[in-house]
């Protein structure tokens, strides 16, 4: 396949062959636009927007407050949990969804923080890379200012031979994002989680950038906490609730910060004392944002009926195809490749760097083409396989071609920063 020239009946032809094909219609895409960013937000599944209506025209409106028993509002954080934790490799009463990810990361290192000073007293640091999303370091930092540096300190490290190597004795804690947020580089979470437990080393995984676009196994990595977004490959909408995974071995010795009525033994008992609940429920805090969690469990049935390795191939070969076909335009020979083009190694996007990488991103959205920017200069680019076709990826490439070749790119109206990019 490398090397050899992609015709443009070659690439109908994938789409005629594609197991996956059929799922686009799930979705409300406008006919116009070729979606390349379903890795910041999903696009938005039918069964969503009907869920939406359903909500404000008889749920709230007509059934109020009756709805929590009615409509098993009560019970939808569970509910939204074991259907991500099939996406996750979670046997069941190990996954909950509630609050952001920025939060549930708050909860699961405080956790994890706990058990290792009642078990291992002596161990401070959490060990992550300095390329990871930002509010992943960032809430480390909030909560080393609340502990103090003997009990919470940040280390960072650059690759995957320096976390290895960064395995030393007083750390406490190994925080990855399996998929890096810019570089799209996806880690060996088998090997990283095996590797840490053999120096007594806790592990969260942060799942942002993989729930969702490929196979993930919790479980049988014996990972002990995950966290993730509900918004990105899982297409639950701006904002939708985030997910907690902690492992079941692990609940009884677990007390999470946050101690607020929701996670609470018997939140109806209204008891002076908090009491934890035993399970995943513990991780609860606060009332669930109902409309929100409700739109978000009726976008993961999308996934009821997909097979996770059949997803992944067909992601693998959407950024394999964009590559390949980038590589075909002598003009497009200045973006330079930052993803590994290894497949053990790559996520579910493709990130150029390139020095006008902004504007770039900015003349394909006005060409209808919606990717993203990331500073200082990258071009990143989502494969979502559940509703992008083969076609689109000479499309959009097509696109991007001309836009470089005429130089429109360089018009002052690109170089317009907007508040999000
Ligand atoms: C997108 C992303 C987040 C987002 O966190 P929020 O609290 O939902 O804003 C966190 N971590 C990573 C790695 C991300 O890519």
Same mark, same amino acid.
């Given at each position: 396949m490398k090397n050899q020239f992609i015709t443009y009946q070659h690439i109908v032809r994938l789409d005629q062959q594609d197991p996956l094909a059929t799922k686009r219609d799930a979705f409300r895409l406008p006919t116009e636009v070729i979606y390349l960013d379903g890795n910041s937000l999903g696009a938005m599944p039918e069964a969503a927007a009907e869920r939406a209506g359903e909500l404000v025209q008889q749920q709230w409106s007509k059934d109020l407050i009756t709805s929590w028993n009615k409509h098993h509002w009560i019970d939808l954080p569970k509910h939204v949990g074991e259907k991500i934790g099939r996406l996750i490799g979670a046997a069941p009463d190990q996954v909950i969804s509630c609050d952001s990810t920025s939060v549930n990361l708050f909860k699961v290192l405080s956790c994890a923080l706990l058990l290792q000073q009642a078990q291992n007293p002596g161990r401070s640091i959490v060990l992550s890379q300095s390329g990871n999303f930002p509010t992943d370091l960032y809430m480390v930092q909030g909560l080393a200012t609340l502990l103090g540096e003997q009990n919470c300190q940040l280390k960072l490290v650059a690759d995957e031979a320096d976390i290895i190597a960064g395995m #030393?004795?007083?750390?406490a804690v190994l925080l990855l994002t399996q998929v890096d947020f810019r570089s799209g580089r996806l880690l060996n979470m088998q090997r990283l989680t095996e590797l840490a437990h053999a120096k007594g080393i806790l592990v969260i995984w942060d799942l942002a950038h993989s729930a969702g676009a490929l196979p993930i196994e919790l479980d049988a990595c014996q990972v002990d906490f995950a966290i993730g977004c509900g918004y990105k490959f899982l297409n639950g909408g701006p904002g939708a609730p985030a997910f907690i995974y902690a492992a079941k071995r692990l609940h009884n010795s677990l007390s999470q910060p946050l101690t607020g009525w929701m996670g609470h033994h018997s939140p109806f008992n209204f008891d002076k004392q908090y009491q934890k609940a035993p399970g995943i429920e513990q991780f609860l805090t606060g009332t669930p944002a109902i409309l929100s969690l409700s739109v978000l469990d009726a976008a993961l049935d999308v996934f009821a009926d997909v097979e996770l390795t059949q997803l992944r191939q067909k992601s693998l070969q959407l950024s394999s195809y964009f590559h390949q076909l980038v590589q075909q335009h002598d003009c497009l020979q200045s973006l330079q490749l %930052? #993803?590994? %083009?290894n497949e053990a190694e790559r996520g579910s996007q493709l990130a150029y760097q390139h020095e006008d990488a902004y504007a770039l991103c900015q003349a394909l959205i006005k060409q209808g083409v919606i990717a993203d920017f990331r500073a200082p200069n990258i071009l990143r680019l989502g494969f979502t396989p559940l509703y992008l076709r083969f076609i689109d990826m000479w499309t959009a490439v097509e696109i991007l071609a001309d836009i470089v070749r005429s130089q429109e790119y360089t018009k002052a109206e690109y170089k317009l920063k907007h508040k999000v990019t």
């Open positions: #030393t004795p007083d750390v %930052l #993803t590994p %083009l």
